[in-house]
């Protein structure tokens, strides 16, 4: 039977970083029913591409993956995600801006109602359970606090977006932490990537 792509719960996740993806899989993507793209972790829609010095502004290579997508009727999830060094991050994406949370919100404020109507979909980081370092990744509240400044801040841009969080990639010490923590208050859908081994369910499901 069709399946609408919209009620699917399958996803793909294509890790390809060296060229400027959309240049040549949107097309492919499109062709096989893929309506939905999830962008690679350290690119287009990464705070330290968007802002690499404080006040300069670049979202050229957003604006052209958007154009790309659009011509294929795509839609753009973005990952909120990998402060610029002058932020904290020390030039690694790993890194929360525990102390940058006021610049923090500022940027997705501007991100948000800059594409207000393009893109609605906002996720808050990528796997906070394993990327954090031990200091931040294993205290809940750290991750609660930057999805809470994170929600007020979209939803103050665009009242119609929709906040994803968690973003949870199997550590249950964690995933305690954090809802106890309150983080179901400052999100609209909880991601969860759930990888099975080989032969449990016989294929990994990145959800």
Known sequence: ?????????????????????????????ARAGVHWIRPWLAWENTWAVQEPEPGKW???????????????????????FAPPAWAGG??????????????????????????????????VWNEPDLMWPDDTRL???????????????AKGADPECVVLGLSHAGVEEWLARVG???AGRYMDIATVH????????GVGVHG
């Not at 699917?8 to 240049?23: E, K, T």
């Not at 610049?103 to 906002?122: D, F, K, P, T």
């Open 180 to 182: 106890a923590a309150g």
């Open 1 to 29: 039977a069709e399946v609408d792509p919209d009620e699917s719960c399958i996803g793909i996740n294509l890790f390809q970083q060296q060229i400027w993806w959309y240049a040549h899989q949107v097309p492919l993507m």
């Open 194 to 201: 759930s990888y099975a081994q080989p032969g449990a369910l």
């Open 58 to 80: 670049d979202t050229r290579a957003l604006d052209a993956a958007l154009r790309r997508m659009e011509r294929y009727d795509q839609r753009y999830q973005i990952i909120l």
């Open 90 to 123: 020390a030039g690694s994406w790993h890194v929360p801006p525990s102390d940058q949370m006021s610049s923090w919100s500022a940027y997705v404020e501007r991100l948000v109602s800059q594409y207000r109507g393009r893109i609605r979909h906002y996720e």
């Open 139 to 153: 205290q809940g509240d750290h991750y609660v606090a930057m999805l809470k400044a994170s929600y007020a801040a």
